[in-house]
């Protein structure tokens, strides 16, 4: 039976690994992973009845971890780490967990980190590569942002492989969201196409935990943990005056997981806005309306926004003109504020508004996401020395698995607004189920 | 087709729900949950194939949510909440879920806090029921502990019976870890003897992380968050000395996963010790022996150790007096200082002994367990609103589900020797696989 | 001798204070305070010379505690708090430790908290009175915010005094900045206009400590230890890229304490711009030179700005214009983001532009702010008790004081540029100790 | 005039400071400090007159600060730096500081780093100098601990003075408390009995704060900061049981500023306990009969106790004997919790004692802290470039002074029992001011 999520290998894994693992049960020693050891997929019992009535086979994701053959030698392999986009908790966590497993399990020597994200392998911006060890980046997980640097924005497929042949790179992890695992996808296709042996690992980066199929991606939990006293001192700010509005802007571009957990995490917070919900600001059941209601109830309001929430409301160029009189506007935590000021004019204590997010995405990982940091590098490497490529290390179901890039860069992960998790939210905050 | 987990319920749901769910797909509104959405509880293909070749039903969990009928009338319905056992982070968090789900999606306007755990449903002891509403509780969970008291120890349960007959209660939610759901179970067993209908609803409560079945429980996030900056500042005191040795016991009386996991989150510990390994302290191989090379090479050394680790080292009476010349020690920390300062008498920088259980169990609920602890609750509630009796709420696969409370007291989850997340953990320390 | 910053009293306190302490030395019990228990204001062995030379009195203070004997009879006293203007870490500590005071020290037993500011003072705005007690307040304190909510502006001085009239107010204890104290001023110069006897007592609040001739004001340890952290983070952001610039400001209207403390706690700060201070943006040895030459010798810039800083450049409409092309801009950190943006187009790998006020100012004080929130409480309460008015107690060169109201209020303290507080803020940046 | 704490000096300064500083009053730049700019030591206006009345000169205290003319040529002076004794908060701020300093204001390139205190400067011991630069140091401030690492306890001043001599060093920083203060102004005599022109300058490092005539040391502010949330937490424990006790040790071998600034500063603790106060257990009003009464009212209490308080308990050792039943305990508070635990033997619901005391002193400093330390090495710096010795830098009445060394060793400073701090802190937890 093939899994349908199917990884590419650069060749035969022949090399006996280095790690010293069980192949025996009940020896109390890990064994190492076979391909076959898949996980079903979809957990319905919908899903299974389907399988065994129309016997076909269930889709299946490869479990991650050490193999005990690999692909790559180790003493003359060489590997390198590039981090791009925008910053987010545990970077340094991933870079750390990935020079040690290489290091220390693989006796891999020659690692690298590139600078300032593909730039650093576009040779005409003059990075030089920086050489990693344990003690380079033993406490680097103290620490928020990334200590090779990074940045946004492509630079040439060709020229990038060019400096991956010139340095002698056989392994690249890409650590980056959307765009960068294209990216690295981009690069891997170009190697292939070229004949190169070379491995090409993601790990998929986004605060905004939009990657899809994935259950987690790391960054997300310390970055509601970070929102949440924020909300619980918003709160203050809106009981602090009489018919005080407090709206704090958080991440998320498509979609609203932080605005939503870091809701559900400080339950004081009465509407939650995020990208996959439609709401409407005037008429009937508009958002104006239920927050006046809520002010002439309660006295009080906080309002946490996504920040991709409502972009709609910026299409509708002459209501939005009417409402603010200010269409430039794109920030929806600031169209709510004036909105908000100009319709209750004179009659509120106050509208605070608040974007937290440089001071989110730059801190360092909670303690949720170290663990996952360190275990999502793990298995990278173990990926990538088994001479696996062009895949991501991720959670799915509560398991690390092995999962295709383009498998995962398809589209983006959204709120199910009829899935649990959503109306915990809406059970939370107490706002209506749907907004006209 | 019949779920494997039965949940037994009081009688037929057949009052229509007071939420103002969905019962078709794609409206963008919630959908009450039926019975028959059952998830398998086995994710690896090689069970799923087993039960497609065979034809055997797989192994089915029940999924948690709100349902179409209810079996209780809300108006009528009296709910109580106890808390028993050590403090854990997040019970408050559960209690007000409780209260604000009974009060705002149902209407139940009967709702107490019963004191001091199961002291509190026996009369003798004086304790009287506390009326509990959204202003009671909307600000407790920023504080840990418990707001209703908590104690340890049974009661007589055809006493606590009695008074939950006589102060007219439907439905008890009881939080607390193994004891206390075996002790709701024989309360449930016993009404159901007597031919009540009293829904009795656990939720498990355990920092140890070790009830069965079950993903994590609530509060253990938090204590390994806690713990992190202690270990973090333990190596500050290994490395302040020359050769300097810190040792921090943690929580874990049957399982090491908060050790395993702090230690994983904050990687600067050299050694974890958990119930679930063997290890000795003398002898090739031994600990004193891997421990005394570690310091040979790094000048210091940093060591976790979980409560219930090394037990069987005090059955060896003869030998632990040899060692530490004091037999009536029972607590392993205790021991490995007294151990490691005979044995490297002189050579050492300082044993710092760091012992922090108290303060990890009191402490208010991180973000992610706020989060679990609101959903947990929330499901509860509708589980019991639908008559449902004798199970607890959890996740499982990271999908809420309900479970048979017999079916999670069976035995004591633990962490698996061969499984992913030890060798995880064991790759971050750098320890020895085994120890003889 | 006579006290040079005279306190007005009410009348002659015969009543015995109900306070159990000592008048004895040495018998390890507190001593009732005398009211000739002076302090010397200044410290300056010169100024000692001065006096000893001229024969003139030293400019002395008077020692804030407990008197023997006490004016107001406690068993018929009512006091009333007002908490005015912005948030401020540690209201909530000031009035909880306010009522302790007055309720357990000397039995006041009618406490009532005024509701949003000034404005619960006038009946109009249909506020009523909140009943305080110790039950009420005895958790406040870990909360940021006001329980007694604020409000900004002034309000009829006849009126607000009609109020605490005709609400039979004995002693009116107003939190709140430099217009609160004046308004409360006026309220006792009203209070003595017809000749009632009405305590007004204040405490000084301003997040920015501009309060003069007090060493610090509540709240402002808070807001530097919460900004702290905030610059370490800025400071991953300007490393995160190349050429990354982070603009933190701060809060400092007049006054750059704040920014300038920050920067010292965390010395990732390169420049700290404050209101105290000339700098001009263009030319020789300005700013934009002075970061150009920053940028090209360390690759990144943290700049900390204080909200006031920089006012100058406004008024230069031309210049500004030129500069940023956006002229009604009035904030310091948008024109200073703006202006590098547009002098270092295409050069910067990114300005980020952080303004965490808010977040400041509604968090909870942390432990130094709550001892002197509770000691500061506690000292009014005694001032007042005894008569005292038109006073506010506060801390002078580590001593606990009183003041009289106008002596605080007539300007604003500010860093003075020659001082020792600012050189070693300068030492810590490396910046330059003037710019043109 | 001279002042009365004198600080000896190496010899005149005549060398030219390279500090681009100002001589001239108003044009907003720091000014040099003259030796003559001396402070008034006593406040009081009682000692003031009595001064002007006698003609007598008052105490007075050195103005720290940068001298224009300074002793040692910066291009051929060499420092060192020592870390002695337990670990505090704040130790590698003041490290980074003097680092800093040092090679930036003064432009020194010589700095060295002393392993593992006194006993790195014993060559037997066979520990190497660390060359320290910014670049080394540059991210310190942000852990616990002291990256030089330290120990306790007396090396031969004859040998340790070969070293310095050796070694070539000119400036020895001794980072320490009590002990290490005496044992530098040893190796100060030594050397100055060889006449040699080294200046040792003691940086007073004590989390207890007992330093003599300074205001408060580094790190005590940390202390009380951490102690303050698990004092929080303590109270949880207590209540969350019927009759529960929380016992908390905190750090206070001769002196209780720690334990009553944490229980100030969060108020919910009932007792403290410390070494300036008398109390008995037993008998009328003792401590056992004020708890009881604690207990009876308010069914929960929450203890504070300094390490060293109720010593005296200890030497009774019959009683003792008779109320714990374990005459080898010298811990407070294992005695107090087992005398409780038997006099209220089955009356209570436990009795939790918690003992933070390694997790507070490894911590990393706060802000205030962090503040402190950074001001203090600079003022360290700049005496020792002016060729001052024996002296420590300090706080004193609000302002950095110098202070010999001898005259801050003579005695510990202690809580004034009678003063204002005191009564505070009596006022907070409603004990009684006296127990017999």
């Given at each position: 039976?093939?899994?349908?999520?199917?990884?590419?290998?650069?060749?035969?894994?022949?090399?006996?690994?280095?790690?010293?693992?069980?192949?025996?049960?009940?020896?109390?020693?890990?064994?190492?992973?076979?391909?076959?050891?898949?996980?079903?997929?979809?957990l319905?019992l919908?899903?299974?009845?389907?399988?065994?009535?129309?016997?076909?086979?269930?889709?299946?994701?490869?479990?991650?971890?050490?193999?005990?053959?690999?692909?790559?030698?180790?003493?003359?392999?060489?590997?390198?780490?590039?981090?791009?986009?925008?910053?987010c908790p545990?970077?340094?966590?991933?870079?750390?967990?990935?020079?040690?497993?290489?290091?220390?399990?693989?006796?891999?020597?020659?690692?690298?980190?590139?600078?300032?994200?593909?730039?650093?392998?576009?040779?005409?911006?003059?990075?030089?590569?920086?050489?990693?060890?344990?003690?380079?980046?033993?406490?680097?997980?103290?620490?928020?942002?990334?200590?090779?640097g990074?940045?946004?924005?492509?630079?040439?497929?060709?020229?990038?492989?060019?400096?991956?042949?010139?340095?002698?790179?056989?392994?690249?992890?890409?650590?980056?969201?959307?765009?960068?695992?294209k990216?690295?996808?981009?690069?891997?296709?170009?190697?292939?196409?070229?004949?190169?042996?070379?491995?090409?690992?993601?790990?998929?980066?986004?605060i905004?935990?939009?990657?899809?199929?994935?259950?987690?991606?790391?960054?997300?939990?310390?970055?509601?943990?970070?929102?949440?006293?924020?909300?619980?001192?918003?709160?203050?700010?809106?009981?602090?005056?009489n018919?005080?509005?407090?709206?704090?802007?958080?991440?998320?571009?498509?979609?609203?997981?932080?605005?939503?957990?870091?809701?559900?995490?400080?339950p004081?917070?009465?509407?939650?806005l995020v990208?996959?919900?439609?709401?409407?600001?005037?008429?009937?059941?508009?958002?104006?309306?239920?927050?006046?209601?809520?002010?002439?109830?309660?006295?009080h309001?906080?309002?946490?926004?996504?920040?991709?929430?409502?972009?709609?409301?910026?299409?509708q160029?002459?209501?939005?003109?009417?409402a603010?009189?200010?269409?430039?506007?794109?920030?929806?935590?600031?169209?709510?504020?004036?909105?908000?000021?100009?319709?209750?004019?004179?009659?509120?204590?106050?509208?605070?508004?608040?974007?937290?997010?440089?001071?989110?995405?730059?801190?360092?990982?909670?303690s949720?996401?170290?663990?996952?940091?360190?275990?999502?590098?793990?298995?990278?490497?173990?990926?990538?020395?088994?001479?696996?490529?062009?895949f991501?290390?991720?959670?799915r179901?509560g398991?690390f698995?092995?999962?295709?890039?383009?498998?995962?860069?398809?589209?983006?992960?959204?709120?199910?607004?009829?899935?649990?998790?959503w109306?915990?939210v809406?059970?939370?905050?107490?706002?209506?189920?749907?907004?006209?």
């Amino acid at each position: 039976m093939e899994t349908s999520f199917n990884i590419p290998n650069l060749g035969k894994p022949e090399i006996k690994s280095p790690l010293n693992l069980s192949t025996v049960k009940g020896d109390k020693i890990f064994n190492f992973v076979e391909d076959e050891e898949s996980l079903v997929y979809d957990l319905s019992l919908k899903e299974y009845e389907r399988c065994l009535n129309t016997g076909s086979d269930p889709l299946c994701l490869e479990v991650a971890g050490p193999r005990e053959s690999i692909f790559f030698n180790p003493e003359e392999t060489s590997a390198a780490i590039v981090t791009c986009g925008g910053l987010c908790p545990g970077i340094n966590n991933v870079i750390r967990g990935t020079v040690m497993a290489l290091y220390y399990f693989y006796k891999v020597r020659k690692i690298y980190g590139i600078p300032f994200g593909f730039e650093g392998l576009n040779p005409e911006k003059g990075h030089e590569f920086r050489v990693l060890n344990p003690d380079e980046v033993k406490e680097i997980h103290q620490f928020g942002g990334t200590v090779l640097g990074s940045s946004r924005g492509a630079q040439s497929v060709e020229v990038m492989v060019d400096t991956l042949v010139e340095k002698k790179i056989d392994i690249l992890f890409a650590i980056g969201g959307d765009g960068t695992l294209k990216g690295a996808n981009a690069i891997a296709t170009e190697i292939n196409k070229r004949g190169l042996k070379i491995a090409v690992v993601g790990i998929p980066k986004t605060i905004d935990n939009d990657i899809d199929l994935i259950d987690k991606s790391f960054g997300f939990e310390t970055a509601f943990d970070i929102a949440s006293p924020i909300l619980r001192d918003a709160h203050n700010e809106a009981t602090g005056a009489n018919k005080g509005v407090a709206i704090v802007k958080l991440m998320g571009r498509d979609s609203g997981f932080i605005a939503a957990s870091a809701a559900l995490a400080m339950p004081v917070v009465n509407f939650v806005l995020v990208p996959e919900m439609n709401f409407e600001l005037y008429g009937e059941g508009g958002f104006l309306e239920v927050l006046d209601q809520r002010l002439k109830n309660k006295g009080h309001a906080v309002i946490v926004v996504a920040e991709g929430a409502g972009q709609h409301l910026f299409e509708q160029k002459e209501k939005v003109k009417d409402a603010s009189g200010n269409i430039q506007h794109q920030d929806i935590g600031i169209l709510l504020k004036d909105v908000i000021n100009k319709e209750f004019k004179g009659e509120l204590g106050g509208v605070k508004y608040i974007d937290p997010s440089y001071i989110i995405r730059s801190a360092p990982a909670n303690s949720s996401d170290s663990i996952y940091c360190s275990r999502l590098a793990y298995h990278a490497v173990h990926g990538a020395m088994a001479g696996k490529t062009m895949f991501v290390a991720g959670e799915r179901n509560g398991r690390f698995v092995y999962l295709p890039i383009d498998a995962v860069t398809q589209k983006r992960k959204k709120i199910n607004l009829e899935g649990e998790f959503w109306f915990s939210v809406l059970q939370s905050t107490g706002q209506p189920f749907q907004m006209p």
